[in-house]
């Protein structure tokens, strides 16, 4: 989040806030190594609620900063998350529509064209060329909520937690064949 008082005011949005009890929570001291790994639907509670609360109380309208140059450069990263959370939002509804598939389109294009200019020292990956994809996806499959991998994300993680010994063979490889 790029400074320590924004990953603090995300630590106190988290919480303070009142969120419904089938509302995905994420942990209270994000950022740091002991909330450990975080799931996909924690990131996306994060991103649609915490952070969006926290930047805006700290960079949007009404707040001041040292100098017209700080102040600028804030709202320049407050705008440029906010199209991220706005494709966000978009793909994860339980609806989608043509128009809202092209509007996911619009805002996940200006977040990656625009990453550079925010951050200069930033190398795109692959996924930001993959979140392209998604707007085909949407178009072609519909609601992403009706085709992500949430439960398999789970699954793994249970598998993960095996208790397993490190040697191939044994009892499970000889029942799977």
């Known amino acids: 989040l790029g400074s320590p008082d924004a990953l603090?005011?995300?630590r106190d949005v988290i919480?303070?806030?009142?969120?419904?009890?089938?509302?995905?929570?994420v942990p209270g001291d994000f950022g740091s190594a002991s909330a450990g790994t975080m799931k996909a639907d924690e990131w996306r509670s994060l991103i649609t609620?915490?952070?969006?609360?926290?930047?805006?109380?700290?960079?949007g309208a009404g707040t001041s900063h040292p100098?017209?140059?700080?102040?600028?450069?804030?709202?320049?990263?407050?705008d440029?998350?906010?199209e991220l959370v706005c494709a966000v939002y978009?793909?994860?509804?339980?609806?989608?529509?043509a128009r809202r598939a092209h509007a996911y389109r619009t805002h996940i294009a200006n977040y990656v064209g625009n990453l550079k200019k925010i951050h200069p020292t930033f190398a795109l990956?692959?996924?930001?060329?993959?979140?392209?994809?998604?707007?085909?996806?949407?178009?072609?499959?519909g609601p992403a909520h009706s085709w992500w991998c949430f439960p398999f994300e789970r699954l793994i993680g249970i598998i993960q937690r095996l208790p397993v010994n490190h040697k191939t063979g044994g009892f499970l490889q000889s029942t799977s064949i």
């Not at 919480?15 to 929570?25: E, H, K, L, Y």
């Not at 100098?67 to 407050?78: K, P």
């Open 15 to 25: 919480q303070q806030i009142t969120v419904p009890s089938w509302f995905t929570s």
């Open 8 to 10: 603090n005011r995300v």
């Open 49 to 59: 609620v915490y952070i969006p609360i926290a930047l805006l109380s700290l960079w």
């Open 125 to 141: 990956r692959p996924n930001h060329h993959a979140a392209f994809h998604i707007y085909d996806y949407l178009l072609l499959f």
């Open 80 to 82: 440029h998350t906010m």
């Open 67 to 78: 100098s017209d140059e700080v102040s600028t450069r804030l709202r320049d990263v407050l």
């Open 90 to 97: 978009l793909v994860c509804a339980r609806t989608t529509t």
